[in-house]
Nanobody, 121 residues
Framework: QVQLVESGGGLVQPGGSLRLSCTASGRIFSIDAMAWFRQAPGKEREVVSAISWGGSTTYYADSVKGRFTISRDNAKNTLWLQMSSLKPEDTAVYYC??????????????WGQGTQVTVSS
């Protein structure tokens, strides 16, 4: 099995920054693509950003392009999401996800428990 644990969420003012981390453990060799999803109250879960195993291919939702940066270090089994210029509409629970295939736009098999990000003054 694979365990994904997110950290780094919290309360931040509009315009501020946060860095989310996701650490993988267990059968980590089965993880290829990874991604960050988020779900706001009353809304469906949406993909925020995704990254291929080697990091050469990335995806960003239009709503976060230019503000968020995804990265990973496979040697440290860690995925990050650097979030800048945060807006109130970025408020959501953020989830780390891992896929068994190296297809960043495919389905994801492993999920973390989520970390709350609240953007408010």
């Amino acid at each position: 099995q694979v365990q994904l644990v997110e950290s780094g969420g919290g309360l931040v003012q509009p315009g501020g920054s946060l860095r989310l981390s996701c650490t993988a453990s267990g059968r980590i060799f089965s993880i290829d693509a990874m991604a960050w999803f988020r779900q706001a109250p009353g809304k469906e879960r949406e993909v925020v950003s995704a990254i291929s195993w080697g990091g050469s291919t990335t995806y960003y939702a239009d709503s976060v392009k230019g503000r968020f940066t995804i990265s990973r270090d496979n040697a440290k089994n860690t995925l990050w999401l650097q979030m800048s210029s945060l807006k109130p509409e970025d408020t959501a629970v953020y989830y780390c996800a891992g896929a068994r295939k190296n297809d960043i736009m495919g389905s994801y098999d492993y999920w973390g428990q989520g970390t709350q990000v609240t953007v408010s003054s």
